[in-house]
């Protein structure tokens, strides 16, 4: 139930925190609600393109501050799509492709590097995480002797997640820098979920593993990997992982709100310490630098034939998002099209933005970003509609 789970658990990824109370989060806005931010359009309902129409719901039905979108179509053409407001104290407008956290789409990009080093020989998918974590993984929620490096990528090694712990002082989850052992430990004091290879948990601790697995192999920092490997190597000009304690989003970006419910005003999360994510969910990025990566990795140019082939096995994924019939592979899901077919995706919440983006079959690319979680389910399913309708318009 993590707020940096992608698009997993439709509704408790949202009601997790809806069950705190008593948040101790300073700066609670008394502006209007998010309805009220959307700029006037004078358009008719005709003229104004489906996406756009769809954002524009996004705000006023949804009550999202704002809402941002970008499309590449399988030619090449890029479109750009905007609505509500920025930032809800000064009513400026979103950015155009702003800068958002991308929370656990950051797992693409750990599973990518996992998998160049399974190319350079470097790490075996079928080898016990032992191998390369010896003795960290022990007790009732897991053996590492048991559980593999595709298991921890495909989510199908049973091993709980570390999330309800931190939300247990939501502030303090907002504030305090993690170092990865501390979540790992915090996983390890519960119950495993299953089986190694029994069934399907989405669990942000897998990735966590994952990141000190590239960590232990390379000698170097997971975010140093990710930069060199995928940011650098594509291009990525908004793309970036944070620095250790550095709270802020650099560049042009919308503010992040949260709520745990619609009646209440919306509380600016843009600052926070994103380092619970880590491996699992700490970068920033822009819609069309998800697009722009989504693009490169499923066009072969950061994984050989080989290893982009086992990113794509893929398992049941119940519960996966809010269509259903979903299934993930190694940090790489399938979204079910309303045209027909699927789109090959991951996505992510994390507190203030939530993201939906997938790639087609033939090329097309979008990524739909909203300036806070849903609080209602409803609204979870219009943020996947929106990028239904981004694909298949």
């Given amino acids: ?48 393109p489906p996406l756009q129409k769809a954002l ?11 809402a941002l979108a970008t499309v590449h179509e399988s030619d090449g053409d890029v479109r750009y799509y905007t609505a509500g407001v920025g930032n809800l104290r000064t009513r400026s407008e979103v950015p155009v492709d702003g800068r958002v956290r991308i929370a656990s789409n950051t797992k693409m990009y750990t599973a990518t590097v996992v998998l160049q080093l399974v190319g350079e020989g470097k790490v075996e998918l079928d080898a016990p995480i032992e191998r390369y974590l010896p003795k960290l993984v022990r007790g009732e929620a897991g053996d590492g002797r048991r559980i593999t490096v595709r298991q921890i990528l495909q989510h199908t090694s049973g091993l709980p997640d570390y999330d309800e712990a931190l939300f247990a002082d939501f502030d303090r989850f907002l504030r305090k820098y993690w170092k990865p052992r501390e979540m790992v430990d915090l996983a390890l004091k519960r119950k495993a979920l299953f089986e190694p290879g029994k069934g399907w948990g989405y669990s942000n601790a897998n990735y966590v ?27 990525l000009r908004d793309t970036y992982w944070p620095k250790a304690r550095d709270k802020g989003i650099r560049g042009p ?23 619970s994510g880590w491996a699992a969910g700490q970068l920033i990025g ?29 398992v049941a994924a119940p519960g996966s998002d809010t269509v259903g019939g979903g299934r993930y592979g190694l940090g790489l899901a399938t979204f079910k099209l309303s045209c027909g077919g699927f789109a090959w995706t991951h996505g992510g919440n994390a507190p203030g933005y939530t993201t ?29 509609k929106a990028l239904d309708t981004a694909l298949c318009e």
């Fill in 253 to 275: 970006h919308p503010h992040g709100y949260f709520a745990t419910k619609p009646s209440e005003p919306w509380v600016d999360v843009t600052r926070f310490d994103p380092s």
């Fill in 286 to 314: 822009s819609p069309g630098d998800l697009n722009r990566f989504l693009l490169a990795l499923l066009d072969g140019e950061l994984l050989e034939p080989a290893q982009l082939a086992e990113m794509k096995k893929t």
């Fill in 209 to 235: 593993l994952a990141g000190m697995v590239v960590e232990k192999v390379t000698g170097r920092p997971i975010g140093r990997e990710i930069t060199d490997r995928i940011i650098k190597r594509v291009g």
């Fill in 1 to 48: 139930m993590s707020v940096f789970t992608a698009h997993r658990r439709p509704l408790t990824a949202f009601t997790a925190l809806t069950a705190l109370s008593g948040l101790a989060l300073a700066g609670v806005l008394t502006a209007p609600a998010a309805s009220a931010a959307a700029p006037a359009r004078t358009a008719a309902a005709s003229d104004v």
């Fill in 56 to 66: 524009n719901d996004l705000v006023k039905k949804d009550d999202f501050p704002g």
């Fill in 356 to 384: 939906r983006n997938a790639v087609t079959k033939d090329g097309k690319a979008a990524a739909v970003a909203v300036t806070a979680l849903p609080v209602t389910l409803e609204g979870a399913k219009n943020v996947e």
